[in-house]
């Protein structure tokens, strides 16, 4: 049998209080989600002047990399790469999402939404790394 993992709310508190500094120290207003390997929100939070749209937004990003286990600059790329069949998948295709491994198995992901892709991305990954032991690279990096 194989033992997984699980995030706590501890550990969702800690990512999101890291990507929430990140956000703050760029001078940047974000919604911030994790959620669990069900794609279950365990976090969500819009700063004060981020979009309203951002707290939909967020938690979707985090959702296509457990989807997908890959970050969401994935399907980003497809649909700006021409692929526009990718735009009917059931996954927001925005950069700003970056799943969670830890021993090789996905146990979450982080999505944000506020700001450029490229800087939501940016917050996302904070909020990884803040995880001890876990990373945001998937298999195929």
């Not at 707290?55 to 649909?79: F, T």
């Not at 996302?124 to 990096?141: K, Q």
Request: with cysteine; proline share 4%.
């Amino acid at each position: 049998m194989k033992t997984i993992r699980v995030l706590s709310q501890e550990d969702a508190r800690r990512m999101a209080a890291a990507a929430e500094s990140e956000a703050r120290q760029s001078g940047w207003n974000v919604s911030i989600a994790i959620c669990d390997a069900g794609g279950h929100a365990l976090w969500l939070q819009r700063m004060d002047g981020a979009p309203l749209m951002s707290a939909q937004v967020a938690p979707e990003k985090a959702r296509a990399c457990i989807l997908s286990g890959k970050p969401s600059k994935v399907y980003e790329d497809m649909v700006n790469q021409g692929r526009i069949a990718a735009l009917s998948m059931p996954v927001v295709p925005l950069e700003g999402g970056e799943p969670i491994y830890f021993d090789g198995n996905i146990i979450g992901a982080v999505g944000v939404s506020g700001v450029q892709a490229g800087q939501d991305a940016q917050v996302a990954r904070a909020g990884v790394a803040a995880l001890d032991g876990a990373n945001h690279l998937y298999a195929g990096a």
